[in-house]
């Protein structure tokens, strides 16, 4: 009986995973505490509604610690004795720079939502996954951020993301490094081109296919194989696919 507390629960990836968490058997998940800054969207409302007290929404503003600091003392409150499990960090920004990189004027905004967000929640939860059982923190990050691999994604114009995104790379590695020691399994996953509000219907791959296959690696994570990584996700036909994409379940390159 698992607990977990996802970011930016009101749409896209988000909500999905909402969705498949609370699917599974309540032995497997007791409770998915369901963050974001606003009131519950309709389609979430629904979801906690029919969920039994599965489904707690929890407000948040990830970009200001002392909601964070409000948002882990309830959940706390709701816990009682028992820890968090699992956090994952989906929440995020995308801001376009359509002239090249010489004017892209929204990187302080994506290191902020991207990066010290995501420090800020890791550090204000870490207190419940310390008495959880499990102790996974994952962090939602994108092959646009692999340095490794920006030629291919020279099209995309999205410099601020790429840039914010790697950077939350390396803070993932950091967690992962010095929180090894307490057996957490702290790596990120990469879920592919969604078709979500943020990543267009031209994208490459239906939200419910991209999340069950994040959970697919959520669910199996251990620190020994998992621990400090980039992962892909596994998507069968989609291993050597024509493109910029492949989805091949591989260890993606930093």
């Known amino acids: 009986m698992s607990s977990y507390l996802i970011t930016g629960a009101g749409r896209g990836l988000g909500l999905e995973l909402v969705t498949q968490l609370v699917q599974a058997p309540a032995s497997q998940v007791s409770v998915v505490f369901a963050a974001s800054r606003r009131e519950p969207s309709s389609p979430l409302q629904k979801l906690i509604d029919s969920s ?7 407000p948040m503003v990830i970009t200001e610690r002392a909601s964070l600091d409000k948002a882990a003392a309830e959940v706390e409150a709701k816990l009682g004795d028992k820890g968090l499990d699992v956090l994952i960090n989906n929440a995020g920004v995308m801001p376009p720079t359509f002239e090249g990189i010489a004017k892209m004027d929204n990187l302080r905004y994506a290191l902020e939502v991207n990066v010290e967000a995501v420090h ?9 996954l310390k008495k959880g059982t499990l102790k996974k923190v994952v962090n939602i990050t994108t092959t646009l951020g692999s340095i490794t691999q920006a030629p291919k994604y020279i099209w995309a114009p999205f410099p601020a993301y790429k840039i914010s995104k790697a950077a939350m790379n390396m803070l993932t590695v950091q967690y992962a490094l010095e929180y090894a020691k307490e057996g957490f399994t702290i790596f990120g996953i990469s879920p592919g081109w969604l078709k979500t509000d943020m990543g267009s219907q031209q994208a490459d791959l239906e939200v419910d296919v991209g999340t069950k296959a994040v959970l697919d690696i959520i669910f199996q994570s251990n ?9 892909n996700v596994l998507v069968p036909g989609w291993e050597n696919k024509e493109g910029p994409n492949q989805y091949d379940g591989k ?3 930093w």
């Open 52 to 58: 039994s007290g599965r489904v707690v929404h929890v």
């Open 120 to 128: 800020e929640t890791i550090a204000a939860f870490l207190p419940l």
């Open 223 to 231: 620190p020994e194989k998992y621990n400090g990584t980039f992962q």
């Open 251 to 253: 260890v993606v390159p």
